[in-house]
């Protein structure tokens, strides 16, 4: 069993950058590919971001390509979602997860956080 806990979110003005973080406890940090995804207002989670188990490779949406970055300490068993030129089609409640990188690639995942809301204001 794996548990994920995001943090980080919150109100920012469109064009301004903010930073989640994933904490990941009991099992094997390192061993898991990781992925974040979102929710917006009456809209299916969506896929974001993936992080292959070692960084060694990465994927994103198009819609968040040259904008948000994900990062991995696998020392502290974290994750990150680095977010700069937020727009306001950015809000939405976003989630973590830990899976096989395909998996997460194809919009899967055996472990999810709770999510943390980031709302992107005018």
């Known amino acids: 069993q794996v548990q994920l806990v995001e943090s980080g979110g919150g109100l920012v003005q469109a064009g301004e950058s903010l930073r989640l973080s994933c904490a990941a406890s009991?099992?094997?940090?390192?061993?898991?590919?990781m992925g974040w995804f979102r929710r917006a207002p009456g809209k299916e989670r969506d896929f974001v971001a993936a992080i292959s188990w070692n960084a060694g490779s990465t994927d994103y949406a198009n819609s968040v390509k040259g904008r948000f970055t994900i990062s991995r300490d696998n020392a502290k068993n974290t994750v990150f979602l680095q977010m700069s030129s937020l727009k306001l089609e950015d809000t939405a409640v976003y989630y973590c997860?830990?899976?096989?990188?395909?998996?997460?690639?194809?919009?899967?995942?055996?472990?999810w956080g709770q999510g943390t809301q980031v709302t992107v204001s005018s």
């Open positions: 009991g099992r094997t940090f390192s061993s898991y590919s």
């Open positions: 997860a830990a899976g096989p990188y395909s998996s997460l690639l194809k919009g899967q995942s055996e472990y």
